[in-house]
């Protein structure tokens, strides 16, 4: 391939990546409050097309410097951290099964997008916790 056509399929997988982002965006929030959605699949999903992105931006020969310029980007958010648990080593809320509420696993943590929702969950929990702001990837 030549570098303009190299150029104008980056840019057509751009476009189809952003739009397939967009629509599976737009079914999470559609989902956000239906029983029986299991989020952290709906997360997994996105992953697996995220890298098939990568594979394909692989696949029409792009740099190195390119193919960091398009990667996933940094994702950020609130969580709890159990208050008698050191901050070096902290047990994040995730309520994924009965009894087993706390990870050492911030990739399995309770995700809040404000920092307000996740302090109110605090406070509706009746435990003491720490309202951490965390980055993923």
Do not use: N
């Not at 150029?7 to 189809?16: E, F, Q, S, T, Y």
């Not at 952290?40 to 931006?57: C, D, N, P």
């Not at 509420?101 to 929702?117: K, M, S, Y």
């Amino acid at each position: 391939m030549q570098p303009s056509d190299v150029d104008k399929a980056v840019d057509l997988i751009r476009a189809a990546e952003a739009s397939a982002l967009r629509s599976l965006d737009d079914v999470v929030t559609a989902l956000r409050y239906e029983e029986g959605v299991d989020r952290r699949y709906m997360a997994i999903g996105r992953t697996q097309i995220e890298l098939g992105f990568m594979a394909v931006y692989r696949s029409v020969g792009l740099s190195a410097a390119l193919a960091a310029a398009v990667k996933a980007p940094v994702e950020t958010g609130w969580v709890l951290e159990r208050a008698d648990s050191p901050t070096e080593a902290p047990l994040y809320y995730c309520p994924r099964v009965h009894g087993e509420q706390w990870t050492l696993h911030a990739d399995d943590a309770l995700r809040c997008d404000r920092e307000i929702d996740a302090a109110q969950l605090g406070v509706a929990l009746g435990i003491a916790v720490r309202v951490c702001e965390h980055r993923w990837g």
